[in-house]
């Protein structure tokens, strides 16, 4: 993990509440996790824990509490955010794909021409020539 203990702990919130009813339609957009049993809830925050807990006290809660986590809850809600970051891979991987081609040419060109000269530079007439004209500079 990255983020110190503090700025982790202030980032990631749990969220309990409790209703008279159990609720129905609530929207919890951004919450990493949201549990139901019943008429309570208990919500995982990323960052964003004063704009859920404002969308929770607009439906008048009987018991709202926000707490922080421990690093091992912190440490699994990462995972979590991790988890929802992998939609990206494959894109990651289309691109790899789109240039690997051009990566391999470019290394093949590279390497190739090495190959082909030949050991010894004096054994062909032509690197003579080449040898003469070089060293009348």
């Known amino acids: 993990m990255t983020m110190l203990a503090d700025d982790a702990r202030e980032r990631f919130q749990k969220i309990r509440v409790s209703f008279p009813q159990p609720p129905a339609g609530l929207d919890l957009a951004g919450a990493l996790n949201v549990r139901q049993s019943g008429r309570e809830l208990e919500i995982l925050a990323d960052g964003n824990s004063p704009q859920l807990i404002e969308k929770l006290r607009a439906r008048h809660p009987e018991d709202l509490r926000c707490e922080s986590l421990t690093l091992e809850e912190i440490f699994i809600a990462a995972g979590t955010l ?24 470019a290394l093949l060109l590279a390497v190739v021409p ?14 003579t020539a080449l040898v003469a004209s070089c060293s009348a500079w």
């Open 82 to 105: 991790a988890k929802s970051e992998a939609i990206m891979k494959p894109l990651y991987a289309k691109e790899i794909r789109l240039l690997q081609p051009a990566y391999l040419m």
């Open 114 to 127: 090495v190959w082909l000269l030949p050991r010894q530079p004096y054994d062909f007439p032509e690197s």
